[in-house]
């Protein structure tokens, strides 16, 4: 079998005005807001440039469009700048999710880092194209009920995945999931 992503999941995009462009996707195109956080000064975000962010869907998933504002920026740093923050793609099972990072590894890709939790609460792993734009590789994005409330989740945290446990990841959310509920 090929390797390969399952589907686009996800665009991220920094904005200059995040209430305007909320209300562009919401009320001009139909879309509906899973929530919005702000970061504090040190905490680990979206990347370092990240100040605040607001996930916006379309369906069931928990986000399809990321929506990012940017630290101390009015006009942000070359690395940093306005528009595509990144292009999230969906893996179709956690397996397939590592054999990419061991293949983005073994062809000298650049791997920027590995997380879970956060908005979304997805295993996942940051890597650079070609031409450095960032990219999202993910399995197990959480799923909006039908009472459109996102899941707690836990803060965003770094991980090693080559040894990363996912079947413990997906027990545990489960297990937070049916508390949340009780």
Known sequence: MTLRVNRVGHVGIAVRD????????????GMRLTEHFEYGEDE???????????????????????IFTLRNAVE????????LHHIAFEMNSSS????????????????????????????????????????????SID??????IARPYPPIEEIELETFDFEAF????????????S
């Open 143 to 148: 799923q909006i009920g039908w009472d459109g």
């Open 96 to 139: 397939d999710l590592l054999a990419l990072y061991k293949r983005f590894e073994e062809q000298g890709h650049p791997i920027v880092n590995a997380r879970k939790g956060g908005p979304g609460n997805q295993p996942r792993f940051y890597g650079r194209d070609p031409d450095g734009n960032l990219l999202e590789f993910y399995w």
């Open 76 to 83: 942000p740093p070359k690395e940093h700048a306005f528009g």
């Open 170 to 181: 997906e027990n545990e959310r489960e297990a937070a999931a049916k508390r949340a509920r």
């Open 44 to 66: 680990v975000g979206h990347g370092v440039a990240v100040l605040a962010g607001s996930f916006v869907r379309s369906d069931s998933n928990h986000h399809c469009l990321s």
């Open 18 to 29: 995040m209430e305007r462009t909320v209300k562009f996707y919401t009320e001009v195109l």
